[in-house]
């Protein structure tokens, strides 16, 4: 089934005096699917964003939000938005926010069903302001939604949540796809990426360096990731060719990272009959996004 395209950049220039902000960056954002922004600090991600809102204008290039102008008041009413630095000022409950959010668009979810979807009853009736950082996240959260939007933009959305929390979060963010919503994600969890999106694309200085799924950007690393408890010394393993990276922690489990895990493994048995806990795992995004981002500004 092709899915329809709800937001594109097309060859979008932005500069902020003489530093480049985006460098002729193309993105498309498809129904149903979590679209994963990664990249270092300052390489556009932000500014990307904000264009696609109508938040800033681009120098050149196009770009369109649900068919139009993200400047339409239509088309942005169909969009959901959890950005780091918002926080509703006003001291009143998650209830009474949704009774006055919801009021705002022509077909907006019941507060009853945003409750349900975003899993926030525990924090409901409690006051905005009196709420932990991490619960104010939720709150924003279920406000994103509240308007029934075909695209949420989620900026960091499980930040200052514990795990429990966060894995929550995930399950209510997976509810969302399973609505057909469409979802940007931009978070410094890359484990969280790995697990929620469908597609990835990384930004550096303002161009897209790499994107597909998220199998697809982990193969574009060779190196795999070997741990284990052994005898041999660390300076020893270290000066082996194949091995990238040795490091080894407060209980003695070594890891390293690895051109050619057999040949490593092979080593390791042959020079130590006690060798324990050996673990072999491809690489994953937060090793592509070392690969692919090294050298550029986190």
């Excluded at 899915?3 to 220039?13: P, T, W």
């Excluded at 959010?101 to 022509?106: K, L």
């Amino acid at each position: 089934m092709t899915s329809h395209i709800l937001a594109a950049l097309e060859g979008v220039h932005k500069r902020y005096g003489d530093q480049i902000a985006l460098d002729g960056l193309d993105l498309e954002v498809r129904e149903g699917e979590l679209l994963a922004l990664l990249g270092p600090n300052g390489a556009g991600k932000t500014t990307a964003i904000a264009i696609l809102l109508g938040l800033r204008r681009p120098d050149a290039g196009s770009v369109r939000l649900l068919g139009g102008s993200p400047r339409d008041i239509a088309n942005r009413r169909g969009v959901g938005v959890m950005l780091q630095q918002e926080q509703p000022m006003v001291d009143m409950t998650l209830r009474e926010l949704l009774d006055v959010v919801t009021s705002y668009y022509p077909n907006p979810l019941t507060p009853a069903e945003v409750i349900e979807i975003t899993r926030t009853d525990d924090i409901a009736g409690r006051q905005y302001m009196r709420l932990s950082g991490g619960q104010q996240r939720r709150v924003q959260y279920a406000l994103a939604i509240c308007g029934r939007p075909q695209l949420v933009f989620l900026d960091e959305p499980t930040a200052g949540l514990d795990v429990e929390s966060r894995e929550m979060q995930w399950d209510t963010i997976r509810a969302l796809l399973a609505r057909r919503t469409a979802i940007v994600l931009t978070t410094h969890y890359l484990e969280e990426a790995e697990e929620l999106a469908d597609r990835v694309i990384m930004l550096a200085e303002g161009r897209v360096i790499a994107h597909g799924t998220v199998d697809e950007m982990c193969a574009l690393v060779p190196r795999k990731t070997l741990s284990c408890h052994t005898s041999i010394g660390l300076e020893r393993i270290a000066s082996w060719p194949e091995v990238g990276e040795a490091t080894i922690d407060r209980k003695g489990l070594l890891t390293l990272v690895v051109s050619d895990a057999e040949a490593v493994a092979r080593q390791l048995l042959a020079a130590d009959s006690g060798l324990r806990d050996l673990e072999v795992r491809p690489a994953g995004l937060q090793d592509a996004f070392k690969a692919l981002t090294n050298g550029s500004r986190r």
